[in-house]
């Protein structure tokens, strides 16, 4: 079952990818994003963190610590309980009252150290004036994204029960789909030409050629058969 329903989510993956893109562009060449000290500063973030991922030790407890504390708070998110959690440079593991797709396979898509990095510049924001440091933040934000992304693709094609126990194939399709749309939200923050609005009108509007093409395809096909 999870398998066909990776099927059917293929379409979507592929309307979200095109908005993406399509936003990306406009909002690169039109609107000059890259002239944004969000993008450059988020940009020299994940630079400097693909030179250290490259040519340095890579911190895999780190990582690894990440990744367990995200499946710890997503049973927690879901309602259940976490009774151990191990982190080693070997590995670690947590042993829950609880588990299905979204525990598995949130280290994959959800950037923890980001969202922290984010969290905590959001709660110091209510006892001192943060803003100078803005600059600051999105550089971290990159540098963390871009930790979770290399990561990321380096441990899917290590054989990962993660993935494996819930459908390879279900899998990576998820993964792939959530991380789109963390980068679309991304995009939309970091661009104050870009609003929610305009790309969901994209949206709509690259799901109704879709729509389209699929009325077209299956009619050729019916009149063919005919």
């Known amino acids: 079952m999870k398998f066909i329903f990776a099927i059917f989510l293929l379409p979507v993956c592929a309307i979200l990818s095109q908005t993406f893109f399509t936003v990306f562009a406009r909002a690169t060449v039109t609107q000059r994003l890259w002239a944004g000290e969000e993008f450059w500063f988020f940009s020299l973030g ?81 006892f001192v004036n943060v803003q100078p440091y803005g ?35 279900f899998s990576l399709v998820i993964i792939y789909l959530m991380n789109l749309l963390l980068l679309s939200v991304m995009l939309v923050l970091a661009s104050p030409e870009i609003t929610f609005a305009d790309f969901g009108a994209d949206l709509l509007t690259n799901l109704s050629h879709f729509a389209q093409w699929v009325v077209e395809l299956f009619d050729r096909v019916s009149r063919g058969a005919q």
């Open 46 to 126: 994940a630079i400097l963190w693909l030179i250290a991922f490259l040519g340095l030790p890579r911190p895999i407890v780190l990582y690894v610590f990440g990744h367990e504390l995200t499946h710890a708070l997503w049973v927690l998110l879901m309602g259940g309980r976490v009774s151990r959690f191990r982190v080693g440079r070997d590995g670690g593991h947590v042993v829950t009252n609880k588990n299905n797709f979204w525990i598995a396979l949130a280290p994959y898509f959800f950037p923890l150290y980001s969202i922290l990095a984010i969290a905590a510049y959001g709660v110091l924001g209510i």
């Open 135 to 169: 600059r600051l933040l999105y550089a971290v934000i990159g540098a963390t994204w871009a930790f979770h992304f290399t990561f990321t693709c380096w441990m899917i094609p290590k054989n990962q029960t993660d993935l494996s126990d819930q459908g390879t194939f």
